[in-house]
């Protein structure tokens, strides 16, 4: 068992802490400006606060990690990330993680409605499937499972990219990534002419002071989070717990650490 840090490993924390803590500060900084939430910053909020079921997901998807990411104390809730518990620079990397590729996709949505004139929810929410998707396709097949930050031990039959492998992709997870992208784009994209995203114009009409719509909208954007996250995590762990999750490797994902279990 190998308790060394690889350079990939510190970069993917780096990643994490940097990139989140940067998006955070930006997002406090335009809401600073604006004198009231921004929309990044909600966003922001909502990603942290759903970053709870990362372990639950990755026990049903059988994703296990290296030994030697420090990971999150036991009270962590539903600490069921098999090898030792999740890592812990996945609640702050979870703003990198969701906010990025979100950031991405609605200044693509929002161009590609300027230039050709199309609509601009259905743009902004077909361009968050597709670039969520895709994001999902490069830090999880190919950082994570190819390069070996961390492996799928096993797949539904039929639905894995490299299936049999240890470097095996469950291609479901990158839809799943784009279905959160498409809304995570549409409350960054789409905005009133005061810079308003459809949570925030929600929470002012039900509220007389600015402060009572930032309450309603950080309750909102978390609560959506949580079922959005919980929606897409069901079939997961649907298709766990009916055994349906079956191809893999039978050698062990990472030298002295056995292999989750069905």
């Not at 400006?33 to 966003?43: A, E, G, Q």
């Not at 114009?201 to 996250?229: Q, T």
Request: aromatic share 14%; net charge positive.
């Amino acid at each position: 068992m190998s308790n060394q840090l690889t350079p990939l490993m510190t970069v993917s924390m780096a990643f994490a802490y940097i990139g989140g803590i940067a998006f955070i500060a930006i997002g406090v900084y335009l809401s600073y400006r604006r004198r009231r939430l921004h929309p990044l910053l909600l966003v922001c909020i909502s990603a942290i606060s759903f970053s709870w079921i990362e372990a639950p997901y990755d026990w049903a998807m059988y994703a296990q990690f290296p030994p030697a990411l420090p990971r999150m104390p036991s009270w962590w809730p539903l600490n069921m990330t098999w090898g030792g518990g999740l890592p812990s620079s996945v609640p702050i990397g979870y703003v990198q993680y969701f906010v990025l590729p979100a950031v991405i996709a609605a200044g693509i949505g929002r161009w590609l409605s300027a230039k050709f004139h199309w609509r601009r929810p259905i743009t902004l929410l077909v361009v968050g499937l597709v670039v969520g998707f895709l994001w999902a396709l490069l830090f999880n097949a190919g950082i994570g499972a190819h390069l070996g930050l961390f492996y799928y031990g096993r797949v539904i039959p039929g639905l894995g990219l490299w299936q049999g492998s240890k470097h095996q992709y469950p291609i479901y997870d990158a839809v799943a990534m784009g279905i959160q992208m498409m809304v995570f784009t549409y409350l960054l994209g789409r905005t009133d002419s005061q810079g308003r995203n459809v949570i925030e114009a929600w929470a002012d009409k039900r509220s007389s002071s600015r402060v009572g719509s930032a309450a309603l909208s950080i309750v909102a954007v978390v609560l959506l989070g949580n079922v959005l996250y919980g929606a897409v995590f069901a079939p997961h762990l649907v298709t766990k717990l009916g055994g349906w999750v079956t191809a893999g490797p039978t050698a062990p994902l990472f030298p002295g650490v056995p292999n989750q279990p069905p």
